[in-house]
């Protein structure tokens, strides 16, 4: 074969791959945008001043939503509030501490496999550990914890990878200036790896805002007259209300079940954009 | 107390065993240095270091005398980085890195337990090869180092800043911007940022490894004027591949090589640059310095 007549091949083999390649990444993208097109225009019409600031009334038929809000927000915040500072500190502990032994490899494995049990799992587990045997009840914080130990592993493993990004350079670079390890994590290493662990809390997050198993059997109810008023509280959250709306009420309001998913599409989404945001911002700063 | 160092002619040395003492804190190190003004003299005896159970380095002694340039040269893996790793202990940080003989700074012994390699390293300060500022803005990179000793007041540390960066001749380039991030500098301007913020510390030794080796030819002659600059108030120990860099900056000349990798590298020759460069004693100095291998 002349050179050229393979030049020619290679190159049609190329726009063949890059034609292929992006229809697949354009089908995906045209789903994406078919199922947020497809909430928005069915859930759009559901959102005014009542469905926000009032509770369900008529089982969820009419009325609007509040405190389904405010428990799923009372939720995440402290689901939050227990994963970042566990997974952090974890993921800190196997990036720059944990020696290279069976322990360590145990440990890493142990959490790889904690990411794949199913939700309805964890459930379960929380039922037993947290309403029971620690005796918290149904509550946000039985709830709270189990969703913890759902999303921990995302975190540690998310704050491991994002602490490894980080150039051995900056490390010794700190060690030499007299700074301790410590000093030199908490304050070289840690900011510089923020955009990665962010990322990775708030995908964990986020899919813990929308699970439905973890919470069913610790702690969500499907009606509440009042706010939550406590860790020990029991709550409504977004995804539990669809579910419950669809296969426990004949007659169920459309409109207001899929303004309730556009509620917890568009929260998701919103915290999503803005993390990504920011990352870009410190990305622009921060290049190695 | 103090311990009493001697020196001899050829730069070996011996203790006058009696008074060899635990360090001293940095201030009355400071204090009693400063009195001798005797500063960041380094003496090394017989070091050796191993890499698990591979030998590197061995029978290294040398005496590096205080506010004066020291070139360490050789071919590619015989040692080097090492040696200079040992005099900060970040040799330390590798883990399975055996560091054997005796280094004292300023007749202090730096590698015994009662040596706090933090306290070390501020005493010792190092630049790399690759300019490695902090991603934070160029004030926060100088300022670390003294807000790590402690240093909190914010004039103290403007002051600090402002004498450091002047110190690495970046002063007046980056006077307006001390808010700007530091990645936005240019590759030789990090790298005197790197060693502004190794300034800040007030060391009395700066490691440097191959510190211009990653920047261009007018970056690099700044860099050496800067060390010309700074061999007044420091010592400077600083690998280099260059040779004519290793000749027109620096006092005294290390020569070591590696024979074969199944032996650890040594010192073949320390003297003079000049008497280096001119009329070694060695063979194998000339014909490395000539160009003829490495
Ligand atoms: N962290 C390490 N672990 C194990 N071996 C190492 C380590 N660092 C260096 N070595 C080995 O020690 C020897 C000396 O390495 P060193 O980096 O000190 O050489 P060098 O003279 O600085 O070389 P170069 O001029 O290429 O920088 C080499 O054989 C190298 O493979
Ligand atoms: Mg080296």
Known sequence: MSRSSRTKQARTAEATAKVVTGAIALSVVAVAVFVFVYIVYNGIGALDWTFFSEVPRDRGREGGILPIIVGTLYLIGATAGLTLPIGVLAGVYLAEYAPRNFTTRAIRLAITNMAGVPSIVYGLFGLAAFVLLAGFGRSIIAAALTLTCMTLPVVITATEEALRQIPQDLRQASLALGATRLRTIYKVVLPAAAPGIITGAILGLARAAGETAPILFTGAVFQMRRLPDGPSSQFMALPYHIYAQVTSVPDWNRELVWGTALVLVAGVSIVSVMAAWWRSVQRRKVKW | ?294
């Open chain 2, 1 to 294: 107390m103090v311990s009493t160092l001697l020196v001899t002619g050829d730069g070996a040395l011996s203790y006058d065993a009696g008074s060899v003492t635990l360090p001293r804190t940095v201030a009355q190190e400071g204090a009693a240095s400063k009195a001798a003004d005797l500063q960041g003299s380094f003496s090394l005896a017989d070091v050796s270091v191993a890499y698990g159970r591979d030998r590197v380095i061995e029978g290294v002694s040398m005496y590096v005398p205080p506010r004066s340039v020291t070139a360490l040269i050789g071919p590619s893996g015989c040692g080097k980085s090492t040696l200079l790793r040992c005099l900060n202990r970040m040799n330390d940080e590798l883990g399975n890195v055996h560091v054997g003989g005796t280094i004292t700074l300023d007749g202090a012994d730096i590698m015994g337990r009662a040596m706090d390699p933090v306290e070390l390293r501020m005493r010792v300060g190092q630049v790399f090869q690759r300019p490695n500022p902090f991603p934070m803005t160029i004030w926060d990179n100088v300022a670390y180092g003294p807000r790590t000793q402690g240093i909190r007041k914010r004039s103290e540390l403007d002051e600090l800043v402002e004498e450091s960066l002047k110190g690495a001749a970046l002063w007046a380039e980056v006077k307006n911007n001390l808010k700007k991030h530091a990645f936005e500098l240019s590759g030789g301007q990090q790298q005197r940022l790197c060693i502004a913020r190794a300034l800040a510390t007030k060391p009395e030794v700066i490691l440097m490894d191959e510190p211009a080796s990653a920047l261009d030819p007018i970056s690099t002659q700044q860099i050496e004027d800067t060390i010309a600059q700074l061999k007044d108030s420091v010592t400077i120990v600083i690998v280099t591949h260059n040779m004519q860099q290793a000749a027109r900056i620096s006092d005294q000349t290390a020569f070591m090589l590696r024979e074969s990798l199944d032996e650890p590298a040594h010192l073949v020759e320390m003297d003079e640059t000049r008497k280096m460069f001119t009329n070694p004693d060695d063979a194998r100095t000339e014909s490395y310095i000539t160009g003829r291998f490495g």
